[in-house]
């Protein structure tokens, strides 16, 4: 019980059980091409009481890579924290690129902002302070929405995680890419309760839904991969 519970606790090393596997591919494949404004927001972020909260560098080098390959111009973001995956976003997009970037919280986004700012991408980003239904929501009640978004990232509230596919699904363009973060929840959702610490339970019962659902979603093809707390990526095919 007690291994268990330390590989639900251990977030550094994802989800690989070797902590230095991990850190083979991060020092071999992902710090190396890094870039120097992800780099100082990471380690800004890891003095933050909740820096477990922040996308992983493994999983944000494959996020940069997706955006790369839809040639993303116009995206979501539902989830911003201190701004790392944000960040990433915005230097993978053209100049003209456009991000709607919702948080509840500016806050922590002021954490990353000045590492945004000097990195020259600041006017890319619309961040909203802001629940994330009502201003996606909102996004849909202009009908020249549906449909016009490249890619989405979500990192929020997971009770919300199927609310927010049902309206990405309409803002999202068919070839376009939604990535939900933390789908594995700290390897916790193949794990029987009694071995789940008590503040991981509702989220874990909240991730196994999104699971299911967007496993059977015919509206998307999907990867479930297990990077950083697992990411799953889907792809709208109709």
Not at 158 to 176: F, I, P, S, T
Request: glycine share 6%.
């Amino acid at each position: 019980m007690g291994d268990t519970t330390k590989k639900v606790h251990n977030s550094r090393k994802g989800l690989l059980q070797s902590e230095e596997l991990y850190q083979y591919i991060l020092e071999t494949s992902v710090y190396p091409r890094e870039p120097e404004a992800l780099k100082e927001i990471r380690e800004v972020t890891a003095s933050h009481p909740m820096s477990g909260m922040a996308t992983s560098p493994d999983a944000g080098q494959l996020m940069a890579l997706l955006l790369k390959l839809v040639n993303a111009k116009k995206t979501i973001e539902v989830g911003v924290f201190t701004g790392y995956s944000l960040l990433l976003t915005a230097l993978s997009m053209p100049d003209d690129g456009k991000v709607v970037a919702i948080d509840l919280n500016r806050d922590s986004y002021e954490i990353g902002l000045p590492i945004i700012r000097k990195a020259g991408v600041e006017h890319k980003i619309n961040f909203i302070e802001s629940e994330a239904l009502p201003v996606l929501d909102k996004l849909l009640e202009n009908h020249e929405n549906e449909g016009s978004f490249d890619f989405a990232f979500v990192d929020a509230d997971k009770v919300n995680y199927l609310n927010y596919h049902e309206r990405l699904m309409k803002l999202v363009k068919v070839g376009g890419i939604v990535v939900y973060d933390n789908t594995l929840w700290g390897a916790s959702v193949a794990m029987p309760d009694d071995l789940v610490p008590e503040r991981m339970r509702r989220g874990k019962m909240w991730m196994i839904e999104a699971n299911k659902s967007l496993a059977v979603d015919p509206r998307i093809q999907i990867s479930h991969a297990s990077l950083g707390d697992g990411i799953t990526i889907c792809r709208r095919i109709q």
